[in-house]
C-alpha cells in the first residue's frame, strides 16, 4: 500500500545519503588537508572543491527547491557551480578550506535528515518516490567516483585500502555471445531514481550482433600493442591518431614498459599488469582502434543495453542482466569495494540470460554512440544535468565500474565523455554484426 512505499522510500533514501557520506568521508580524511586543496591534475578540481559541491547541490535541492528554505550561505553558490569555473581554475577560488567545507557539508546534511523525517512523497515529481533525495545521493555516489579519479592521479604514497577481488581460473567459456535481432525496450519510464536521461522507455529495432562475453582483458590489449597497433594509422580514425600522435601515446594511461614487461601504477602502487583484468584507462579511440584491429567494433548504446537487459524468454527488459534484484556483492564489482576490476569471467550470478558477463561494474565501457536523447526526452529537474551535453561531442559509457555505488548504476544508467579522456575508469568490449 501507498504507506508502505513511502516508509519504504523513506528508509532508501537514509541509507543511500548516509553509505554516501560515509564514503565521502573516507575519500576526504584518508590524505591530510594539503592534499585536499592541491590540484592533483588539471583535470581534476581540488578534492575540497568536490566535498563543498556535494554539501551545495544537497542544500540546492533538498534545502531550497524541496524544503523553501533560505540560503545558508548564499555567497558561495558561484563558488561550486560547475559551469561558472572549469576545474583548472578552481584551485585559485576563494574556496572553502577543509574544516569549513566538512562542517557546510554536515549542517546541509543535517537538516536535509530533517527534511526526509517529514516528507510527503508525492504532490510533485521531485518528490514522487523520493527522487530528490535519490538524486542527491547519486550526485554524491558520482562525485566519489570523481574523487576516487583524483586518488589515483594524486602521486605520492598509497592512501587508499581494500582486499582484492576473489581470483577466479582463466575463463574458458564462449568468447562471444549471438544476441537474436528484433525490438527491445530501451530505457525506463518506471524505475523510481533514473535520471532524465535514462526516460522514457521506448522501443528499439537492433538487428542481431555478437558480442564479447567478457571485457577486452589487459592480456588480450597487450597483443594489439606488440602488433604495433598504436603505430599503424590503419586502425584509428583520423582525430584518433592526431591525438595519439599528438600526445605521445602508445599504451593506457598509468602503464610503462620496463625489464620485458608492462607495469601500472595503480593508488599509490607501481605493480605488473595482471593479463586476466579487464583493461582499464583506455580512452574511445583507443578501444574503438583495438576494435578494428580485432576485425570488430564497438558495440552501440543500443545494442550494449540489449545484451545487458534483454530477456529473449520473455521479451522484457530488466533492471540488470540478472534480474530485478538490487545488485549484492554475488553480482558485480561495484561500490569501491575493491579497487580493481575483478579478473575476466568473474561473477556468473551477475551473468545475462544469453551469458554476458561482468556488464554491470568492473569496468565503464565504451559504446560506439554519441550522447543522444531519447525520443520523447524532457530535461528534468535540471538542463544542465544531461540536456546541455547531448551533441556529438560525448561517447556514451554503460555499465558503471569498481568505483561505481549500486545507487548510481542500472541496466538503463548512462555514462559519458569526450572521446579523449582516460583518467576515467574507462574499459569496453568488442561486438560485431551477423552477416546477412
Ligand atoms: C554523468 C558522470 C558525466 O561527473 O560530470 C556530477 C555527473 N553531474 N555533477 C559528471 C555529474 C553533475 C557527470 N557525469
Ligand atoms: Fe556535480
Known amino acids: ?91 585559485s577560488l576563494p574556496l572553502l578550506p577543509p574544516a569549513e567545507a566538512r562542517l557546510y557539508a554536515a549542517e546541509v546534511r543535517g537538516r536535509a535528515l530533517d527534511v526526509l523525517d517529514g516528507a510527503v512523497f508525492r504532490g510533485n515529481r521531485l518528490m514522487e518516490a523520493g527522487f530528490a533525495f535519490g538524486m542527491i545521493a547519486q550526485h554524491e555516489q558520482q562525485h566519489d567516483e570523481t574523487m576516487l579519479i583524483t586518488h589515483q592521479l594524486r602521486k605520492g604514497p598509497q592512501a587508499l585500502h581494500a582486499p582484492d577481488p576473489r581470483p577466479v ?44 562475453t567478457v571485457p577486452v582483458t589487459n592480456g588480450a590489449y597487450e597483443a594489439f600493442i606488440e602488433d604495433g597497433g598504436y603505430d599503424d594509422p590503419r586502425w584509428w580514425t583520423a582525430d584518433g591518431w592526431a591525438h595519439i600522435r599528438r600526445n605521445s601515446v602508445h599504451a593506457p594511461a598509468y602503464w610503462r614498459r620496463e625489464g620485458g614487461q608492462w607495469l601500472r601504477r595503480r593508488f599509490g602502487v607501481t605493480e605488473v599488469v595482471p593479463p586476466d583484468e579487464p583493461v582499464l584507462h583506455v580512452c574511445w579511440y583507443e578501444a574503438d582502434a583495438y576494435a578494428r584491429w580485432a576485425g570488430r567494433r564497438l558495440p552501440t548504446e543500443a545494442e550494449w543495453e540489449k545484451a545487458a537487459r534483454h530477456d529473449p524468454a520473455t521479451g522484457r527488459s530488466r533492471r540488470y542482466p540478472w534480474g530485478d534484484a538490487d545488485p549484492g556483492p554475488e553480482h558485480a564489482n561495484l561500490g569501491q569495494r575493491h579497487l580493481r576490476p575483478a579478473p575476466a569471467g568473474s561473477y556468473p550470478e551477475g551473468e545475462s540470460p544469453l551469458g554476458v558477463r561482468q556488464l554491470i561494474g568492473d569496468v565503464w565501457e565504451w ?60 574499459g569496453f568490449r568488442t561486438a560485431r554484426s551477423v552477416e546477412a
Not at 171 to 185: A, C, D, N, S
Not at 403 to 416: E, K, L, M, P, Y
Open 1 to 91: 500500500d501507498v504507506e508502505t512505499d513511502v516508509e519504504a522510500f523513506r528508509e532508501r533514501a537514509l541509507t543511500s545519503l548516509t553509505s554516501a557520506r560515509e564514503r565521502t568521508t573516507l575519500l576526504t580524511s584518508c590524505v591530510e588537508d594539503p592534499d585536499l586543496t592541491a590540484q592533483h591534475s588539471p583535470l581534476m578540481s581540488p578534492l575540497v572543491w568536490d566535498l563543498a559541491h556535494i554539501g551545495n547541490q544537497e542544500e540546492l535541492w533538498l534545502l531550497r527547491a524541496v524544503a523553501g528554505q533560505d540560503a545558508i550561505r548564499p555567497e558561495i553558490d558561484g563558488l561550486y557551480d560547475a559551469f561558472e569555473h572549469p576545474r583548472a581554475a578552481r584551485p
Open 367 to 426: 559504446t560506439s554512440s554519441d550522447l543522444l536523447p531519447y525520443p520523447g526526452f524532457t530535461a528534468f529537474p535540471y538542463k544542465e544535468y544531461s540536456e546541455v551535453f547531448f551533441g556529438p561531442e560525448y561517447k556514451v559509457l554503460r555499465g558503471g565500474s569498481f568505483a561505481v555505488d549500486a545507487v548510481a548504476c542500472r541496466g538503463t544508467f548512462r555514462n559519458w565523455d569526450y572521446p579523449i579522456r582516460r583518467q576515467i575508469f574507462s
Open 169 to 212: 581460473p582463466p575463463f574458458t567459456g564462449p568468447r562471444e555471445v549471438l544476441v537474436p535481432g528484433g525490438p527491445f525496450t530501451m530505457g525506463t519510464s518506471t524505475e523510481p531514481w533514473a535520471l532524465d536521461n535514462e526516460r522514457p522507455a521506448h522501443a528499439r529495432e537492433v538487428p542481431p550482433f555478437h558480442i564479447d
